[in-house]
């Protein structure tokens, strides 16, 4: 990937005004940062700003919403979009989480308050309060439907919600340390879950029990992703009869990011090793971009495409900063990625740009949700952004 541009994160607002400014710099691997700043020229009749770029800078699009920035010495080009609406009032405090319903209407969202809310994802106003869980929940999201949550909290119980009533409907309880992820298989007949007591498991929701611990691997599992294998790849067979009660695993594979720099892939229906990948510091999250090309994030800010099929070697490995990789999401041809600086940034085969989301200022953006054209992230700073893609 082509050298990392950044741009001051309210950007939007400094060049509205007659010679407002704003930074930029340009951060080549292993060269010298090259430092630049926009200035507002003036604002045209339609209310977009006349900007110019200081010397190894060009403005290649402006409008109100987004400029189009590149740095030709480095070969580098990014499209920054400032958020087209903020949530300042869902939360008190730090949003640990965040998910949209199948059809966009709602959104849930956890915090370091305590708490956990269901709101209207067109204003952001408070639709319920999900009280239950003892301490911080830690990951919550819709079932296919729309019409239902699974949460996990530090109180090891996975808990499963109406979104209508904001009544507890499930507890799920055999975990011995708190839960960190989920992931739903097919339509949401089974779950998985990854906790810090270092296994994984499979519960049947409908009968609130667990159907079996899929890894047991002594270290903290930060991320789960579950995925619909390619014909290529050898699952391998369960060594007993599956319960009844398991429900589309048949084809799946389950992705584990570990604490102890590991990633693990198996079979989720055998129960089988598909690889054991080792990488530069703890894998944080994971997810599938199709039947055999994955991505995990790690610690240290890099970015793991593997093929399931030659896992030795990554495909690629991106790295754009030192900060740790807080969330991986796999969005039309390419994906979106959020880090522990504040960055959040989409990246398309079809584009030879990269899309940044701006607006933390430094703050861990620690999860990234889409529906459609929108794309929603919540930050460190209690806020949740919104951003349009309309002209892409």
């Known amino acids: 990937m082509a050298a990392p541009l950044r741009l001051q994160s309210d950007w939007a607002q400094a060049l509205r005004k007659d010679e407002g400014e704003a930074w930029l710099s340009c951060h080549p691997p292993g060269k010298p940062t090259l430092y630049g700043s926009l200035t507002c020229q003036g604002i045209g009749l339609d209310g977009i700003p006349e900007v110019t770029a200081s010397e190894g800078f060009i403005v290649n699009e402006i409008n109100k919403k987004s400029i189009h920035i590149s740095c ?18 869902i939360h008190a405090k730090s949003i640990t989480c965040l998910d949209i319903s199948s059809g966009g209407g709602l959104g849930v969202s956890s915090s370091t308050d305590g708490s956990m809310k269901i709101w209207q994802a067109s204003n952001g106003e408070l639709r319920r309060v999900l009280e239950g869980h003892v301490f911080d929940v830690n990951c919550c999201r819709f079932f296919p439907s729309g019409l239902v949550v699974l949460s996990g909290g530090m109180d090891a119980q996975l808990k499963i919600w109406s979104a209508e009533d904001a009544s507890c409907v499930v507890t799920f309880k055999g975990h011995k340390g708190g839960i960190l992820d989920t992931a739903i298989v097919d339509q949401g007949r089974n779950a998985v879950s990854g906790s810090r007591d270092g296994t994984a498991r499979l519960w049947d929701c409908g009968r609130s029990a667990c159907l079996g611990v899929i890894a047991d ?15 290529s ?6 060594e007993q009869m599956p319960s009844e009660r398991e429900v589309g695993t048949e084809s799946k594979m389950l992705l584990l990011a570990r604490e102890d720099k590991k990633l693990q892939c198996l079979g989720l229906q055998s129960r089988q090793p598909v690889f054991l990948f080792i990488g530069s510091d703890a894998f944080n999250c994971c997810t599938f971009l199709s ?46 990625a959020s880090q522990g600086d504040g960055s959040c940034f989409i990246v398309q085969q079809d584009l030879d740009y990269v899309i940044e989301l701006t607006g933390a200022d430094c703050d861990p953006v620690y999860k990234v949700a889409t529906w459609e054209k929108q794309i929603y992230t919540c930050c460190r700073d209690g806020l949740v952004r919104r951003y349009q893609l309309s002209d892409l």
Do not use: W
């Open 72 to 89: 030709p010495k480095e070969n580098a080009s990014s499209k920054f979009l400032a958020p087209y609406t903020t949530f300042s009032r």
């Open 217 to 231: 691997c002594g270290s903290s599992i930060n991320g789960v992703a579950v995925g619909t294998a390619d014909n």
């Open 233 to 238: 790849i050898n699952l391998g067979s369960p």
């Open 291 to 336: 039947g055999f090309l994955l991505l995990a994030g790690t610690q240290d800010g890099n970015i793991y495409q593997l093929d399931v099929r030659s896992p030795r070697a990554p495909v690629q490995v991106i790295h754009r900063s030192g900060a740790p990789v807080m969330s991986l999401l796999s969005f039309r041809d390419g994906f979106i």
